[in-house]
């Protein structure tokens, strides 16, 4: 399994950004973060069929998941940046319909940089 990820950069605070995740096969996806020195956080996901979606307290109202089944692909709506969302965003893919945790996810891409400056 193949997940690219795109659409990562340095923006100021309030700008937005969509991240791009495409995947090689259909699954179960997630969006998780990686600040410098903090452990990876969840910060979104979506189901297989898309039915279903969870957004981390910290981004909700300000990050929306959504995915294009016809092309695999799974965005990341990310509005009114601040500086604490600054971090590595990473996609990943699960074979569980809806997993819960970050262990229940078998794939991951190889990460794109966002950086909010002030």
């Known amino acids: 399994v193949q997940l690219v990820e795109s659409g990562g950069g340095s923006v100021q605070a309030g700008a937005s950004l969509r991240l791009s995740c495409v995947a090689s096969e259909r699954y179960a996806m997630g969006w998780f973060r990686q600040a410098a020195g903090k452990e990876r956080e969840f910060v979104a996901s979506?189901?297989?069929?898309?039915?279903?979606?969870y957004h981390a307290h910290s981004v909700r109202g300000r990050f929306t998941i959504s995915r294009d089944s016809a092309r695999n692909t799974v965005y990341l709506q990310m509005n009114n940046l601040k500086l604490e969302d600054t971090a590595v965003y990473y996609c990943a893919a699960s074979t569980l319909n809806n997993p819960s945790s970050i262990n229940e996810y078998n794939y991951w891409g190889q990460g794109t940089q966002v950086t909010v400056s002030s």
């Open positions: 979506i189901t297989w069929r898309g039915g279903n979606k």
